[in-house]
């Protein structure tokens, strides 16, 4: 009976990644070498997005960016430039931009379809988007501090 063979495949349940527009945490899960449809070598890296409950996929193809994406990659998650040691890479945070952004596609039918999906599109070099800039502050002049024994005013009971 086919029933007989079913084998739980995880990837089947998945209803796709999916995140707010903005900024976002982001730690790096796996990395493995794969090879794409069209035959190419790739890493595949999967992130865990702060807000979402699907991990985010993203891929170094080889190619004309992979040089690109591949040093983005080294430097914003503090990664040895030429480290391809992946267990070096695994809990690596950065922080990244996400926006959902129009994908047209062609279904099963042969019909042109567009959605709506959630898409990494820049790193913030580890900086947390919500901490303002730094500036530089004009000195100020130096306060004069209180002995290391008169710290308080008045004494508080306990």
């Known amino acids: 009976m086919f029933k007989d063979t079913f084998v739980y495949d995880p990837n089947w349940a998945k209803t796709g990644f999916d995140v707010a527009d903005g900024d976002h945490r982001v730690g790096i899960v796996s990395v493995k070498d794969e090879i794409s449809k069209q035959g190419k070598a790739m890493v595949h890296i999967q ?17 004309e960016y992979f040089n690109k994406s591949a040093s983005r990659v080294f430097d914003v998650f503090r990664i ?47 900086i947390p988007a919500t901490q303002p800039a730094q500036t530089a502050q004009p000195t100020q002049p130096a306060q004069p501090t209180q002995p290391a024994n008169n710290l308080y005013q008045e004494d508080i009971p306990f």
Do not use: P
């Open 47 to 63: 992130y865990r997005v702060e807000g979402a409950s699907e991990l985010y996929d993203d891929f170094l193809v080889e190619g």
């Open 80 to 126: 040895t430039h030429g480290d391809w040691n992946y267990q070096h890479w695994i809990n690596r945070v950065a922080y990244a931009h996400f926006e959902h952004v129009d994908e047209t596609y062609t279904d099963r039918n042969g019909q042109q379809k567009t959605t709506k999906k959630s898409r990494l599109r820049y790193f913030h070099n580890n």
